[in-house]
């Protein structure tokens, strides 16, 4: 069964007995401080962490609750391996700087590790990367070698201790973990370390080159610089947005008869699919990941239905127990965004951490600390906000098609919309009584309206009928059915129809 947001949202398997809950002040007047840190998440809380060692002044402010947004919302696996491949990394950036970046990943799992100091369920495990096709053998063969050669502990293996798995290798040294209780942890060292913590507390996105004051919540920050840490971008960075479009993804939990090895396991399909143990005291519950596609352009609730079905054809499934789903961002080039922001004097950001922000998350940290300090910072260039190289033209055109195509849904004719006709748990966009509308009725039969166009940059919003959201495909702007801001780049909720 579902744990909920108090929006209807499913929230992840660490929260489903650990409630989301305001433990700091909403910020109500004018504050002061040397760095201002937007986002309370594991970019944001490990950054504010770093920087307070290192004798700055911090203050943190989050919109929401800690623990409602992406980090507590993650599948907890902490592994060093590319998203793109050790291939093509190596490819890209060359052996020193794709060695430079595999360690900046390692590193942040034994900070991890520190941090956690026996707690937080950490366990070091083993990752696999494998196809379940023994014809995809040179492939896996190609970056088995290109692993080894850029940093990783990999051994070859055609004994994959998972179902349904033809050849692979093992990588040696990497972890998992209890996200909601590693959150609680780092808001726990922030405090003792003297950082500023505010909850409930929205700040307006740092849009100009050069900005030392910010409303916040009922009041106002001013600072010396400013870090946008809330996982998408929130600056006025239109480059950036277009390089980090938004995904959905999809997580099961499921009690099996033939649990896998405690490991992490990922296969090298397109999107991959994902398995782990969710608990070390459990080891006949495993969490299943994967069925990645652009926000708000899929139907989730098929997405669910695909990942359950591969999930049941590898598994003797007794019990499908917690499912949900979370927003990543998605860098076109495959490399995160993490320093300062591109025409910016005092703006800097971590953004496109793609599906492994715990690790990058955690890396951000130390690098955005030595660059505001004006320290010489392994991959500054490589990971830049403004590096030229941002990102491949095949896949810029095709994420920037499917915003055009968002564009479009404004002009092209929309048809007509029954109200009646909605079944709980239904949205719509269309015609409402002569009004563009944003339409659904949820489970409990309630019918809310809305306008359907997205208070950020003017998307049209669509239905998300897994989470009972109003989804924008275009930078990823969630909202509740009854058009209450969510998530991501939107600063305030949606207007009433025809507004």
């Known amino acids: 069964m579902e744990t909920t947001h108090p929006s209807g949202i499913a929230l992840s398997w660490w929260l489903r007995d ?3 809950r305001q433990r700091f ?31 700055h002044q911090v203050t943190v402010c989050e919109s929401n609750a800690i623990g409602a947004g992406t980090t507590a919302n993650s599948t907890g696996h902490l592994d060093a391996h590319p998203e793109m491949g050790p291939y093509q990394l190596l490819k890209q950036l060359g052996r020193d700087a794709a060695a430079d970046y595999v360690a900046l990943r390692l590193a942040a799992i034994q900070e991890i590790e520190s941090r956690c100091a026996g707690n937080c369920e950490f366990e070091r495990i083993s990752g696999y990367h494998y196809s379940e096709s023994l014809e995809d053998r040179e492939e896996l063969e190609q970056n088995f070698k290109a692993a080894e050669e850029i940093g990783l502990n990999v051994k070859w293996t055609e004994q994959i201790p998972i179902p349904h ?29 003297g950082v500023t913590i505010f909850e409930e507390t929205m700040v307006e996105g740092p849009t100009e080159s050069e900005v030392h004051q910010l409303k916040a919540g009922d009041g106002t920050v001013e600072f010396q610089h400013v870090i946008s840490a809330v996982h998408c971008n929130y600056t006025g960075s239109m480059r950036l947005y277009a390089a980090t479009p938004p995904y959905q993804s999809y997580a099961i939990v499921a009690e099996v008869n033939n649990p896998p090895a405690d490991a992490l ?26 069925c990645d596609h652009r926000t708000g352009t899929e139907d989730t609730l098929a997405a669910f239905g695909q990942l359950e079905q591969w999930l049941r054809e590898r598994f003797e499934v007794t019990a499908v127990v917690h499912r ?10 495959g490399l995160p965004m993490i320093g300062q922001v591109a025409s910016s004097r005092n703006v800097w950001i971590a953004t496109g951490l793609s599906g492994v922000g715990l690790t990058l ?90 306008s359907p166009i997205c208070t950020h940059m003017g998307g049209v919003l669509h239905w998300n009928e897994a989470e009972q959201t109003w989804d924008c495909p275009v930078h990823g702007g969630r909202f509740t059915p009854d058009g209450t801001r969510l998530y991501g780049p939107p600063e305030s909720d949606l207007k009433s129809p025809g507004e």
Request: glycine share 10%.
């Open 18 to 20: 650990r409630p989301v």
């Open 25 to 55: 002040d909403r910020l109500t007047d004018r504050h002061t401080t040397e760095i201002l840190v937007i986002g309370a998440g594991i970019t944001g809380l490990s950054t504010a962490i770093e920087l307070a060692e290192r004798g």
């Open 165 to 193: 798995a033809g050849c692979g290798y093992e990588v040696e040294g990497m972890a998992r973990i209890h996200c909601s209780k590693y959150l609680d942890r780092l808001v726990e060292i922030a405090s003792r370390k």
């Open 265 to 290: 396991f990922w296969d090298n399909s397109e999107p991959y699919y994902y398995v782990r143990r969710a608990q070390s005291d459990h080891p006949s519950l495993i969490i299943a990941g994967g």
């Open 324 to 333: 949900w789903s979370a927003e990543l961002f998605e860098p076109t080039d």
């Open 361 to 450: 998350g955690t890396a951000a940290a130390r690098m955005l600390a030595d660059q505001i300090e004006g320290k010489p910072c392994p991959l500054e260039d490589e990971l830049s906000p403004s590096r030229l190289a941002i990102s491949s033209p095949v896949k810029y055109g095709s994420e920037q098609a499917a915003t055009t195509a968002n564009f479009a849904e404004r002009v092209l004719p929309a048809g007509n919309v029954n109200a009646d006709e909605l079944h709980p748990g239904e949205g719509r966009v269309g015609n409402v009584d002569g009004a563009h509308t944003a339409i659904c009725r949820t489970h409990d039969g309630c019918l809310h309206r809305s």
